[in-house]
């Protein structure tokens, strides 16, 4: 049977729960085994975080790691 999905709040919710004040490595955010729906969703979620100035995204050089941190 298929997980019930959370609306994209609860989901942008889980993520800032991830997120300390601290950078974390996008690698290191998503921890559990997704599927890639699920891992979709999670970017929808990290994107509108963004666009609403709660996080922000960093690479230092092409094909780097992502730092993610809170605002």
Known sequence: SAK????????M???LGR???DWRALDNLIEEPF????VVYY????????RL????CVQS???GEIE????
């Open 53 to 56: 100035k709660q996080l922000r």
């Open 4 to 11: 019930p999905r959370r609306s994209l709040s609860e989901q």
């Open 35 to 38: 599927t890639r729906s699920e």
């Open 61 to 63: 050089e092409a094909f």
């Open 19 to 21: 997120l300390t004040k």
């Open 68 to 71: 993610i941190n809170r605002v």
């Open 43 to 50: 970017f929808l979620a990290l994107l509108e975080l963004i």
């Open 13 to 15: 919710g889980l993520v």
